[in-house]
């Protein structure tokens, strides 16, 4: 996505607990915490994505903690992530694990606009302006 602004990452897990909605044009501001950036990587080969809304962080977060950035503006754009994922080789990370570097992206209009993706989708990438 383009433009002046920051991307913020929603779990697509947490947006359905939450049934959480957002849509493009829309004003938000939300308090965010930095984004794991491991996972990221395994995500994308070349993106960086700095801050994530967590639900779960913001229950347990210290008040006067520097990790977290509150992010205000308008809804400029969103993107649904897919990915797909294998069984981990690694014994330190069992389980199934992103193909890195295999995400694929596509542009919705809001977090309930979801095409079908032969993957599994993992999360929103919002870009607030």
Known sequence: MGGDGVDVWLD???VDEDHFEVSLGEQVDWDTVTMDGSWVSRL???RAIPWTRDT???A???PEDPSWHRVQGRVSGIEQVTVAFV???DPADPGLV???GTAVVQAVTSLWDRPTQP???VGFVVRVE
């Open 119 to 121: 993957d599994v989708l």
């Open 87 to 89: 069984a981990s080789d």
């Open 60 to 62: 347990t977060r210290a």
């Open 12 to 14: 697509s897990w947490q």
């Open 98 to 100: 992103p193909v890195p």
């Open 44 to 46: 994308f080969v070349d």
């Open 56 to 58: 779960y962080a913001d």
